[in-house]
């Protein structure tokens, strides 16, 4: 029964037209009856347009949210209480922005959950498409979202399990090689030190060796002195006497025998006194106490892959040869035949070669085709290779040094010198690094330009007669007469490659694109191989004993001294264009 002055509120489940309608509630609940204008979400009430604006306006209800008609729902919001309840329960949500205000609305144009002041704020009903999340969550039940998000949930979740399964392998695989790491370094901890045992072994029998040498000379000084000294004491005594008692042909012949005995005592006397008892100092080995200053060791990642060196030349093509002339290179105050035993470019126009039967360092204008400089040594220089555009480096065999020379100004220069721990042979350098191969004992070694040593190589499987040498990036080749064959190594050292087609290979140079041109001085040939030293084949013969040579990459010239002992050979380089 309808009480006077109240209008029954129209609701969703009125069945006549005009209840189908939205009223003002407000208004609705005083007189007169208007058409809803818009929505309250705070007051969760429609709203006239009068009561619209006012709402507004209102201090306490102007931050509320309003939608307008567009957005307002379209039916009359009257819920039971325990739907009320239910609905104030679902927003709990604290807004991140708004601590106070609850999550009640979505924004589709930004793709997010906001609160009334959000609404109110940044994302209004002009500017956004805004709903209140009661008017379309309704579809998300069973929807394709919700098993799309369900499906990306399991993945992730698949995924996380999965990753921390194989981080707990991965770790547990590290943490195994980890205890390897630690055991190898006790068990190379453990060989150093036997070797260091070793070591102080041999110094202390050394020293244990020149105590009993002294200890020996002593007791043998000690002995000839005591006995020289009772014999004297005795010849003494009788010669005194028979000097007393005026014996006269006795004291003769006692006199006379004493001369004798006297000379062989000064002997004795003077071959004591030439034994040499020194005192001794300890001088630490200078190469132990450098590897002290450094680490036992590093740790390296392991790899699954095969570790392969940079792709070098598998073929060698076939190329056109044609004699370009010859370059004397006797000096004029030369004294004896030459002996070219390596030589660089350092330009197309400039070469640089050892003259060893000359003990001197030429310099060469290959356009001129003259000697334009010589610096004269007190030795026997080997072999030269380039450390900068204007220092060379030289071995000197004999004395065991490398000599470094400037090259500036095309004038010849000595700087300072290097000494190392062998008869050193052949040199080359790249990026700072010096390669050297030793005679004896036969061996590499890779050290930097302050005579550092980063690396030793030697074996009897692998030297036994290293002579040449020449690098790159990725590779060191080294020819080897005695063991008839041109060794490829890595820069660790590992033997990866070797040629075996070559009766007595001596002088060997990289051209530019990575083969290798080698001298074989039995066969009077130069040969051009692969870069992996798999195949070669000839590229010059009837040659006469070809020993050191250069390439210039520029002009395609091969240039190479012989050691045929001929004048007529020996005292010339020659020019070979190979294209």
């Given at each position: 029964m309808a009480v006077p002055g109240k209008k029954t509120l129209a609701t969703a489940s009125t069945s006549s037209d005009e209840d189908l309608q939205v009223y003002c509630q407000p208004c609705d609940e005083e007189g007169p009856r208007r058409p809803a204008y818009g929505y309250c979400t705070d007051c969760q009430e429609h709203l006239c347009e009068t009561c619209f604006k006012v709402h507004k306006k209102h201090k306490l209800s102007k931050h509320h949210i309003l939608l307008d008609n567009e957005s307002m729902p379209k039916t009359l919001q009257l819920s039971s209480t325990s739907d009320h309840t239910s609905m104030s329960a679902d927003f709990?949500?604290?807004?991140?922005?708004?601590?106070?205000?609850?999550i009640k609305f979505y924004c589709h144009d930004h793709k997010t959950l906001l609160c009334s002041v959000c609404v109110t704020l940044e994302h209004t009903v002009t500017s956004?498409?805004?709903?209140?999340?009661?008017?379309?969550?309704?579809?998300?039940?069973?929807?394709?979202?919700?098993?799309?998000?369900?499906?990306?949930?399991?993945?992730?979740?698949?995924?996380?399990?999965?990753?921390?399964?194989?981080?707990?392998?991965?770790?547990?695989?590290?943490?195994?090689?980890?205890?390897?790491?630690?055991a190898d370094i006790k068990t190379f901890r453990k060989e150093i030190n036997q070797r260091l045992d070793e070591l102080e072994r041999q110094v202390e029998d050394a020293?244990?060796?020149?105590?009993?040498?002294?200890?020996?000379?002593?007791?043998?000084?000690?002995?000839?002195?005591?006995?020289?000294?009772?014999?004297?004491?005795?010849?003494?005594?009788?010669?005194?006497?028979l000097n007393t008692s005026k014996q006269a042909d006795r004291l003769f012949m006692e006199l006379k025998s004493a001369e004798k005995m006297i000379r062989y005592y000064e002997n004795t006397i003077q071959h004591i006194s030439a034994y040499d008892v020194e005192e001794y100092n300890f001088k630490p080995n200078e190469?132990?106490?450098?590897?002290?200053?450094?680490?036992?060791?590093?740790?390296?990642?392991?790899?699954?892959?095969?570790?392969?060196?940079?792709?070098?030349s598998t073929s060698v093509k076939s190329r056109n040869t044609s004699h370009q002339g010859e370059i004397c290179v006797k000096s004029s105050n030369d004294e004896s035949r030459c002996y070219i035993t390596g030589m660089i470019l350092l330009t197309p126009d400039?070469?640089?070669?050892?003259?060893?039967?000359?003990?001197?360092?030429?310099?060469?204008?290959?356009?001129s085709q003259s000697v334009t400089d010589k610096l004269q040594l007190d030795t026997e220089p080997s072999k030269v290779s380039s450390v900068t555009s204007t220092e060379l480096a030289v071995t000197l065999t004999n004395k065991k040094n490398i000599q470094f020379i400037s090259a500036s100004s095309k004038k010849l220069t000595k700087k300072h010198t290097l000494n190392v721990d062998g008869e050193c042979f052949g040199i080359s350098c790249h990026e700072k690094k010096l390669v050297v191969t030793y005679l004896r004992p036969a061996k590499l070694q890779i050290l930097d330009t302050n005579g550092t040593i980063l690396t030793t190589i030697?074996?009897?499987?692998i030297f036994t007669n290293p002579t040449f040498v020449t690098t790159n990036s990725s590779s060191i080749y080294v020819s080897d007469w005695n063991m008839k064959s041109i060794m490829r190594l890595n820069w660790q050292g590992e033997v990866i490659g070797r040629y075996k087609g070559m009766d007595e290979p001596k002088g060997i140079i990289l051209s530019d694109d990575e083969t290798v041109f080698a001298c074989d001085q039995h066969r009077n040939v130069i040969e051009e191989i692969s870069g992996d030293l798999s195949k070669g084949k000839v590229v010059l013969k009837d040659l006469k004993s070809p020993f050191a040579l250069c390439w210039c990459a520029q002009t395609k010239k091969l240039y190479f001294s012989c050691f045929f002992t001929d004048t007529r050979y020996d005292n010339y380089l020659q020019i070979f264009r190979l294209s």
């Open positions: 709990r949500t604290p807004c991140p922005k708004h601590k106070r205000e609850m956004c498409k805004v709903n209140y999340i009661p008017d379309i969550s309704a579809k998300v039940i069973n929807s394709k979202e919700y098993h799309d998000i369900l499906k990306v949930i399991d993945n992730i979740t698949d995924q996380c399990h999965k990753m921390l399964e194989d981080v707990k392998k991965m770790t547990g695989n590290s943490n195994s090689s980890l205890a390897d790491v630690l020293a244990k060796a020149i105590q009993q040498e002294n200890a020996k000379n002593l007791k043998t000084t000690e002995t000839t002195c005591d006995d020289v000294t009772k014999s004297l004491k005795t010849m003494f005594d009788s010669i005194k006497h190469i132990i106490s450098t590897l002290l200053e450094t680490s036992l060791g590093t740790l390296t990642k392991k790899t699954n892959k095969q570790t392969r060196p940079p792709p070098t400039l070469l640089i070669i050892t003259d060893k039967t000359n003990k001197a360092i030429k310099m060469v204008d290959t356009r030697r074996g009897e499987n």
